[in-house]
């Protein structure tokens, strides 16, 4: 036998648990080898403190304080878990296709152009007092492009759709007066007609130039003066 197994067989020798052969042949050895026999009687000292004083080594002083420290430390390194955030309620975004959104811009592209020319017409069109005379010299440039475009009336269209305006009230009260014409003397006929051929003849005149000359601002405004006179004259007289 070896030290080797001879070391390995020390423990249970020493519990008596070998063979009787076995036994004997460690027991041999130990007679034989130094080394061996100290390393027998180290682990024999170290059984016989075990068997002694074995329960008092094993038993820790004050063990409920020492378990208490233990579940303390315990207690300690365990984290509670994380508060629970309630979930946030998500917001709806709207989601378009690409035909949604190319029909969109072009509704807002027409509803804006259809505000700006109305914008335009309003911001261009001139006053009441001066609808029918506005002479094409104090028309401003954005006009003359505009009137170009169609997107507002030119002074010359404005003009005879004013004269075209105070023709229709000449026939209204010319109407009137035919209706009594019949009642007045012979004086109040004659004077009427006298005044009518007057007027008449400037109001030829007047529209004779200016189907010759549109832009003749003062024939204009003596035509508009003419027919003014004229309306006047027979509102006068159909009150007789």
């Given at each position: 036998m070896n030290c080797e197994e001879c070391r390995s067989a020390i423990s249970p020798f020493l519990d008596n648990e070998l063979e009787p052969a076995l036994a004997d042949t460690v027991r041999g050895?130990?007679?034989?080898?130094?080394?061996?026999?100290?390393?027998?009687?180290?682990?024999?000292?170290i059984f016989e403190v075990c068997r002694t004083d074995g329960e008092d080594l094993l038993t820790p002083p004050n063990s409920p304080a020492l378990w208490r420290r233990i579940s303390n430390v315990i207690e300690s390194e365990i984290k509670p878990p994380p508060p629970v955030e309630p979930e946030q309620p998500t917001k709806r975004f709207w989601r378009f296709s690409l035909p949604q959104l190319a029909t969109g811009f072009a509704l807002i592209a027409v509803v804006s152009s259809l505000f700006t020319v109305i914008g335009i017409r309003v911001y261009s069109r001139p006053e009441a007092s001066t609808a029918g005379l506005r002479s094409s010299s104090?028309?401003?440039?954005?006009?003359?492009?505009?009137?170009?475009?169609?997107?507002?009336?030119?002074?010359?269209?404005?003009?005879?759709?004013?004269?075209?305006?105070?023709?229709?009230?000449?026939?209204?009260?010319?109407?009137?007066?035919?209706?009594?014409?019949?009642?007045?003397?012979?004086?109040?006929?004659?004077?009427f007609d006298r005044n009518m051929r007057v007027i008449d003849q400037s109001v030829a005149q007047y529209t004779n130039i200016l189907k010759q000359d549109p832009e003749?601002?003062?024939?204009?405004?003596?035509?508009?003066?003419?027919l003014t006179d004229k309306m006047n004259l027979l509102r006068d007289f159909s009150d007789l």
């Open positions: 050895h130990l007679a034989l080898c130094q080394e061996c026999a100290a390393v027998c009687e180290d682990i024999a000292s104090e028309e401003t440039t954005m006009e003359k492009v505009l009137g170009k475009l169609g997107l507002i009336s030119t002074p010359q269209q404005a003009r005879d759709r004013h004269f075209a305006e105070q023709q229709k009230a000449i026939d209204y009260w010319n109407a009137r007066v035919a209706l009594r014409r019949a009642e007045w003397d012979q004086k109040t006929r004659e004077a003749d601002d003062l024939s204009a405004e003596m035509l508009d003066s003419v």
